[in-house]
């Protein structure tokens, strides 16, 4: 093959040093870039792919700033933050919030009928009463009873949260709003909009079971394979591997978070009965375009059941499940066979 080259010497020396430029960048691998916090609770992981370790750097503390801004304006227990303002004032008063407060709030609310009521954010009475979000010593020695369940059961209807533009109002003094289920999600989603906007394209975000898996390994174009942890308290084994790609992996399940004096009563409460949500299910993972609507689907499935919940998601548009029950059996739905693989063969998976 004959290259002419150009007369004009200013042209070809620019040639020259492009072919240069794109050769060493090409040469470059990216690097695989780690880096842990403890936010919104729990233990972060971020990991990505970067040919530069300085812009990744940069680009995982940018997502950790946004996940931290998040958790200021949505914890439940932050005493500056909107919604600690919008519970303080139940009854009182409609509290201004941001347009990203009144959004995740919107969010719960639009997914309220959606989810057959299962999934509420007025439960933050119930989960106060409960204890589950609090620390070990604060945790009430006694399980709530049928009464005080009753009692707070009338002040979780989601009719009262009145919005005019960006002021909400807590209608009912004895009610609180609790984002915990979905604010989660929201962060991973947020997250990964920004290293994105960084120029990662490669790696994934891990909130305590909440994770997004951006696009495939640069080394070898390979999907991430991503597992599904064993659901018993204190075990960090995965029974399962699932391969994965820009797509949310969600998990729910009863030994996450629970008493300390007694484990049997988990955080996942069913709003129809105050209790913890008591069926054949340890855990529900699901498959779904964005963590958010992971948040929702998985603690929706986990409280209406296997087959309830298998139906309900096998029917969703966007979104895959894994159920794993007490008796140690695994359930899947239909977009799931040719990404999931079973390692641990003390379960048993029903086809």
């Known amino acids: 093959m004959i290259y002419k080259t150009s007369k004009n010497p200013k042209i070809f020396l620019f040639f020259i040093m492009m072919t240069l430029f794109f050769t060493s960048c090409g040469n470059k691998e990216p690097k695989l870039i780690n880096e842990k916090q403890f936010v919104l609770g729990t233990l972060g992981e971020i990991n990505i792919y970067s040919i530069s370790e300085e812009k990744g750097r940069e680009a995982i503390n940018k997502a950790y700033e946004r996940i931290n801004e998040i958790e200021h304006l949505m914890s439940a227990t932050i005493e500056t933050s909107e919604i600690y303002k919008l519970n303080e004032n139940a009854g009182i008063k409609p509290v201004e919030v941001s347009d990203e407060t009144l959004k995740v709030i919107e969010y719960g609310l639009n997914y309220y009928p959606l989810t057959e009521e299962n999934f509420n954010i007025g439960l933050g009475a119930l989960s106060k009463l409960w204890g589950i979000n609090i620390t070990n010593e604060q945790q009430p020695s006694d399980i709530p009873t049928l009464e005080e369940i009753n009692n707070i059961k009338s002040h979780i209807s989601i009719e ?48 305590g079971g909440d994770i997004y898996v951006l696009d495939k390994k640069p080394i070898d174009n390979s999907p991430w394979r991503m597992g599904i942890q064993r659901p018993e308290i204190g075990s960090t084994d995965a029974i399962a591997m699932v391969e994965l790609f820009n797509s949310s992996i969600v998990t729910s399940g009863n030994y996450q978070r ?68 007490k008796d140690k059996k695994v359930y899947i739905t239909d977009g799931m066979k040719d990404i999931f693989h079973l390692l641990d063969d003390e379960y048993t998976l029903v086809q």
């Open 160 to 207: 009262n949260i009145e919005i005019n533009n960006n002021e909400v109002f807590i209608k009912d003094e004895n009610m609180q709003i609790d984002l915990g289920g979905i604010a989660k999600g929201y962060a991973v989603d947020e997250a990964v909009k920004i290293l994105r906007d960084h120029g990662i394209d490669s790696g994934f975000i891990n909130l």
């Open 258 to 325: 629970y008493l300390e004096h007694n484990p049997e009563y988990h955080h996942i409460l069913d709003p129809k009965t105050g209790y913890p949500a008591n069926n054949e299910l340890v855990s529900v993972t699901i498959i779904s375009d964005s963590s958010v609507e992971g948040d929702i689907l998985s603690t929706t499935a986990f409280i209406m059941g296997l087959d309830k919940g298998m139906s309900f998601i096998s029917n969703y548009a966007n979104a895959e499940g894994v159920f794993i029950t």
